[in-house]
């Protein structure tokens, strides 16, 4: 559907039949047209006024070939329908409705203090997710998504699929490839140029736009290199002996891992705290203790600890740790007599 006339708002596509219309929370109209083209005008033989059309599939009192979407506040957002005599469809346009800036009310909510965004990849193959908590008022959903690795004032290209679940950006210098979770909440995007084993010369840029059942629109953006989001997986503990338990790197890791060193941090529990959600965050250690390994890592406990806590992080960059893995550790206890005997 055509967008006509001048209007002091600015307004955009965003993809094909969806338009944003930032507002600043006055009175205002958007002009909409059904018929694009000279042409097809013509060929309608001037019966535009038989055209009508439907906001959200009522029937509005306005007719002919434009229409005047009323904006009020953050109001006028919609799916606008324009259909012939006989009620057959034309055209459509959904409007979603972008408030001002310092007017905005977030559809996302921060946790813990962090970005509306969280970012983290589980190793450096060009593979991240990003999530985040919505208002508990304003569920909404994706409407857009733009991933590339320059900023904002460049030629790159995003498309999506029927589903509106997968998506493609692609310019000169990046090709990304996000999927949308199921539980419409977060995304999964894959770098496809991405190269492991080279420095990262550019940040990655993330944009996600998000819209409600009412028709807002709003954008939440992110930039971070892999190295400044890489989280391992949880490593998994093993006993050994009586003394001794080893663990491995997680095996989502990049390889080979001299390339791709961990380190590692140990807690040994002298009490099991079982209330404790996480014992390992939530226990006092006997004592920390940091090591490096490109391989299998063994460990001797000490006789008095009760439970192992280890966690992993890249060796070469400041980044995050992995969640604890936790390793109860049983001794063999002396037989006592029964009191029965």
């Known amino acids: 559907m055509h967008v006509c006339g001048q209007n002091p708002r600015s307004h955009w596509t965003l993809l094909p039949n969806i338009l944003v219309v930032e507002v600043d929370g006055s009175v205002g109209q958007q002009p909409l047209s059904c018929l694009e083209l000279p042409e097809e005008l013509m060929k309608r033989d001037n019966k535009t006024q038989d055209i009508f059309w439907k906001k959200d599939g009522v029937q509005e009192a306005q007719r002919g070939n434009s229409y005047l979407v009323q904006l009020e506040e953050s109001l006028g957002g919609g799916n606008y329908t324009c259909h012939s005599k006989d009620g057959s469809l034309i055209n459509h346009t959904v409007v979603l409705i972008q408030e001002e800036e310092t007017q905005r009310r977030k559809i996302l909510v921060k946790t813990d203090q962090e970005d509306y965004l969280r970012c983290s990849a589980q190793n450096y193959n060009g593979e991240f997710h990003c999530s985040w908590t ?23 290209q995003c498309s999506v699929d029927t589903s509106v679940q997968h998506w493609k950006c692609s310019s000169g210098q990046s090709n990304f490839s996000c999927t949308v979770d199921r539980s419409g909440d977060g995304i999964s995007c894959q770098d496809e140029e991405h190269c492991p084993y080279a420095e ?7 944009t996600v736009y998000v819209r409600t059942e009412h028709f807002l629109v709003e954008n939440y953006s992110k930039h971070f290199f892999l190295s400044e989001i890489v989280k391992p997986d949880k490593v998994r503990i093993s006993k050994v002996n009586k003394t001794m338990i080893k663990w491995s790197y997680p095996s989502s890791w990049s390889s080979p891992y001299s390339y791709f060193p961990l380190t590692f941090q140990i807690k040994q529990l002298r009490g099991v705290c079982k209330r404790c959600d996480n014992p390992c965050a939530d226990s006092k250690p006997t004592k920390n203790l940091t090591v490096q390994s490109t391989d299998i890592c063994q460990f001797e406990v000490k006789h008095k600890a009760k439970a192992v806590c280890v966690r992993a992080k890249d060796a070469l960059c400041n980044s995050q740790w992995s969640e604890w893995s936790h390793f109860r550790l049983r001794r063999g206890k002396k037989n006592k007599k029964n009191k029965h005997q």
């Open 134 to 156: 919505w208002h508990r008022s304003r569920v909404g959903k994706v409407a857009f998504i733009k991933a590339r690795r320059i900023a904002d004032k460049d030629d790159t």
């Open 200 to 206: 990262e010369s550019q940040q990655v840029y993330i």
